[in-house]
């Protein structure tokens, strides 16, 4: 056996495998994910439905006000603590009048478009 061929095959997998690597890297860079960055809006509540499962709001002070369905989404309390589930503190039905911060995800498909809450704060919630 040789000298040069038993020195040459690390490094030829050392190269194959950086290549290998680099390849990896770039698709991996090319591809897109499945994640959105919401949209953060503040303003006062105009109106939470009979149910709690919508909700109209002025953005910051503007009229007229802007609605949202709502689902169950993270909420954060008056306290700074964030909670999974359902009610939302400062949207209780029929309530009206208080300061919140939200975040909202634009959806938009070939066959419809529409705006999902991702989350409520309603640390700065007054009213």
């Given at each position: 056996?040789?000298?040069?061929?038993i020195n040459s095959k690390p490094a030829l997998l050392v190269v194959a495998g950086l290549v290998v690597a680099g390849v990896g890297f770039g698709i991996g860079h090319?591809?897109?994910?499945?994640?959105?960055t919401p949209q953060v809006f503040q303003g006062t509540v105009s109106a939470v439905?009979?149910?709690?499962?919508?909700?109209?709001?002025?953005?910051?002070?503007?009229?007229?006000?802007?609605?949202?369905g709502l689902g169950a989404v993270p909420w954060k309390d008056i306290d700074g603590t964030w909670h999974d589930s359902s009610p939302i503190e400062c949207l209780k039905?029929?309530?009206?009048?208080?300061?919140?911060?939200?975040?909202?995800?634009?959806?938009?498909?070939?066959?419809?478009?529409?705006?999902?809450?991702?989350?409520?704060?309603?640390?700065?919630?007054?009213?």
């Open positions: 056996m040789d000298i040069g061929e090319t591809l897109q994910t499945d994640t959105a439905s009979i149910k709690g499962d919508k909700f109209g709001v002025s953005l910051d002070g503007r009229q007229p006000g802007k609605s949202f039905p029929l309530s009206q009048g208080q300061d919140i911060r939200f975040g909202v995800v634009h959806v938009n498909d070939p066959g419809f478009s529409t705006d999902l809450v991702a989350w409520v704060d309603c640390s700065n919630a007054t009213g």
